[in-house]
């Protein structure tokens, strides 16, 4: 049972533009969210995390959405550079330090 | 410097062998964790421990082995009962209980089974 949902394998955007990656997550238990960034054979590094007492958090070029009513979360990131080009993971967890639940990862690529 | 140290960085295998995977860290975390990643499923979680000579099940434990002996080591041990080994397997680290979830992972090792 995928609990963190990413249904977009896959992504490109023109460099300069804005990048919307999604989430969906099915625990209602879930009150911490976060987003991490993969490159091949490296593990992941942390980018932005946000709790559900929040809507929004922003870290420079990258901003979190959370709509707990729909279960949903994106990331934003604008504007978007080469350099962003990795595998974005969605995250979530209960109590924010109990297990960590990842979704399947969508594949930026942004084109220079 | 600080940080998670994974060893190997690649393993080969024979089918039946136990292997075991190294993991460190000088963070003085609390927390540490083991995933597997397979193309197409993102990360899965084998077991995690949140204090010394603890550790609980993940989502995927089967034919894997832990021990939490001491704070800064877990080692993950891949037994001739895991049916599908070869994968990247990953190791991280948080401050655990009352803190963010924000975890710290290490490079990963390649696991292949011949």
Redesign the interface.
Known sequence: DQQVKQNSPSLSVQEGRISILNCDYTNSMFDYFLWYKKYPAEGPTFLISISSIKDKNEDGRFTVFLNKSAKHLSLHIVPSQPGDSAVYFCAASVGGYQKVTFGTGTKLQVIP | DGG?TQSPKYLFRKEGQNVTLSCEQNLNHD?M?W?RQDP??????IY?S?IVNDF?K??IAEGYSVSREKKESFPLTVTSAQKNPTA?Y?C?S???????????????S?LTVL
């Not at chain 2, 197409?40 to 979680?45: A, S, V």
């Not at chain 2, 401050?95 to 990963?108: A, H, K, P, S, Y």
């Open positions: 998670i927390a964790y995933y197409g499923q993102g990360l899965r979680l995690y949140q609980q993940g989502d990247f990953l991280a948080s401050f655990g209980q009352g803190r963010t979830g924000e975890l710290f992972f290490g490079e990963g390649r």
